[in-house]
């Protein structure tokens, strides 16, 4: 059997965690940052978990991670 190749787009985007979950950066904070409050722009910078209906897909992209 040959080897799944991963989605490069989704090993630019997320990153498996210990649990087996998988982390995520937010968008909406490349461009057009002006009209955004401070806190808005704050509360982006963190990092969250996929949603739980989204995982299957992920780690179907992410076959080795």
């Known amino acids: 059997m040959p080897k799944i190749k991963t ?17 995520r950066n937010a ?11 401070t806190k808005r722009k704050r509360q982006l910078r963190a990092s969250h978990l996929l949603h739980k209906a989204d995982v299957r897909a992920a780690r ?3 076959p080795y991670c």
Not at 7 to 23: E, I, L, Q, V
């Open 7 to 23: 989605n490069r787009g989704a090993a630019k985007r997320f990153s498996p965690t210990a649990s087996g979950m998988f982390k």
């Open 27 to 37: 968008s909406h904070r490349r461009h057009i940052l002006t009209k955004k409050s």
């Open 60 to 62: 179907r992209m992410m």
